[in-house]
């Protein structure tokens, strides 16, 4: 690896190889730093049974899309990385795997990137690590007795993982959801500590709930087009599951099936799992939020006036009575924490966070010259952090990449130190 590189992009997964391919496309100088190797998210940090939520279909990116079979069916995770693998293999990108970056910072007019305890400098850098670094466990995990064995959803491969009694599962975003049901379908005793994370149905009036939404335009809506941006961008997913072909997940329904849900996780003391009391509303505001989005769909139907099936609206299998608000710790054998990540940028030695931490950027571009992100969840649209919409956020990035080395040649300098431009041939590729 060269001492020196145009534009130094970070993290090897869909966005990286996506902004690769957008700068290969214009002869940029550059090369991809990924820390382990491509497809690493998706093979080593997914449980065994795991699948897309989002339909084959949506799974595009720059000069690649799915060609299978099935498009309106789910990937497994396998099936993931070797979507990655052949689309990295479709364009030859320069990754250099095994480079991990520890540290930022910004030099003059360069970046320097220190890689694997070497130095390397860039004109420009895009940092497509995403946002889920760290595992996010609460302290209240410290509290949990000796015996039971804790690990986070990111660890959870498959029930046979776990030891042998019930197992508590905390958080019901779609990681949470669809591991409860992994560890139910397989005949484990589960307990399962309810959030206030929506719902969507998986199919509705004859057609996947994504497709409506899709041709609808609900995926094509900038995080501006909502009343308070950073409010959306720490939402949680809807949770339904793509197995087996894809279905609804109905916590109702585990419940008839002996599966135990609480009330969010309040604390554990003297041996005692302490639960909250919201339970009802929790499940009813999922519930509200699914049957929102029909009447979106409904209202879309009849406005076009298109011919869709009617489709009866759902009913709740069953209602909590007296909420649980404890569970005996001796009982429980594992947990399973499903309750999210933190951000790391720790190694970012450049001042583009807010006041929370979160990188603060219009639709990826930082208030620091040369430097950008991609990836981030709700960077621009719902399908940023996505197959859905990565290369749209990749394209409009290359773009302020492209312009601002113009603007550089046209004001006669190179990027590092003042050098005449025509000792860097490689620049023809801005105009």
């Known amino acids: 690896m060269s001492a020196h590189v145009g534009v130094a992009v970070i993290g090897g997964g869909q966005a990286g190889l996506s902004m690769s391919w957008y700068l290969r496309q214009r002869g940029a100088d550059h090369v991809v730093l990924e820390r382990d190797r491509v497809g690493h998210e998706w093979r080593d940090r997914r449980w065994d049974s795991f699948c897309l939520v989002t339909p084959n279909w949506q799974c595009r ?44 910072r910004r030099t003059g007019k360069a970046f320097e990137l220190v890689v694997n305890g070497e130095v390397l400098t860039a004109d420009q850098v895009v940092i497509a690590t995403g946002g889920y670094h760290r595992p996010a466990i609460p302290r209240v995990a410290e509290r949990l007795p000796a015996h039971i064995v804790q690990v986070h959803s990111s660890q959870y491969r498959n029930p046979r993982q776990l030891p042998e009694g019930d197992v508590l599962v905390v958080g019901t975003g779609q990681s949470g959801c669809q591991i409860a049901e992994d560890l139910h379908l397989s005949g484990r005793r589960v307990h399962l500590a309810v959030g206030s994370a929506p719902r969507a149905a998986r199919r509705y009036r004859g057609r996947d709930t994504l497709a409506w939404l899709d041709e609808m335009g609900h995926y094509d809506r900038s995080v501006h087009e909502f009343g308070d941006a950073d409010e959306v961008r720490l939402r949680a997913n809807h949770y339904m599951t793509g197995r087996d072909g894809g279905r609804d997940i109905d916590l109702r329904r585990f419940a008839t099936e002996g599966m135990s849900l609480y009330g969010r996780l309040r604390g554990v003391e003297s041996g005692t799992i302490a639960f909250g009391g919201d339970l009802a509303r929790n499940l009813d505001h999922a519930d509200a939020v699914a049957e929102g989005i029909k009447d979106a769909i409904d209202a879309y139907i009849e406005r076009e006036r298109i011919p869709a099936p009617v489709e009866k609206r759902y009913e709740p299998v069953w209602t909590p009575g007296v909420p649980r608000t404890s569970l005996d710790a001796g009982a429980i054998g594992s947990v399973v924490w499903a309750t999210g990540f933190h951000r790391d940028h720790r190694w970012i030695e450049v001042p583009v966070f807010d006041g929370r931490g979160f990188p603060a950027h219009d639709r990826g571009v930082t208030s620091c010259p040369g430097l950008y992100f991609l990836g981030l969840p709700w960077q621009h649209t719902w399908g940023s952090g996505r197959f859905a919409g990565v290369a749209r956020d990749a394209e409009h990035l290359c773009a302020q990449i492209t312009r601002a080395r113009l603007m550089q040649v ?14 860097y041939p490689d620049l023809e590729w801005a105009a």
């Open 61 to 104: 990116l720059p000069g690649y899309a799915y060609s299978g079979d099935d498009p309106d069916g789910f990937m497994a995770g396998a099936e993931v990385v070797t979507f990655l693998e052949k689309y990295a293999a479709s364009f030859d990108p320069p990754v250099r795997e095994g480079a991990e970056v520890s540290r930022l």
């Open 410 to 423: 046209t004001e006669g300098v190179s990027w590092l130190a003042g050098t005449p431009t025509e000792t």
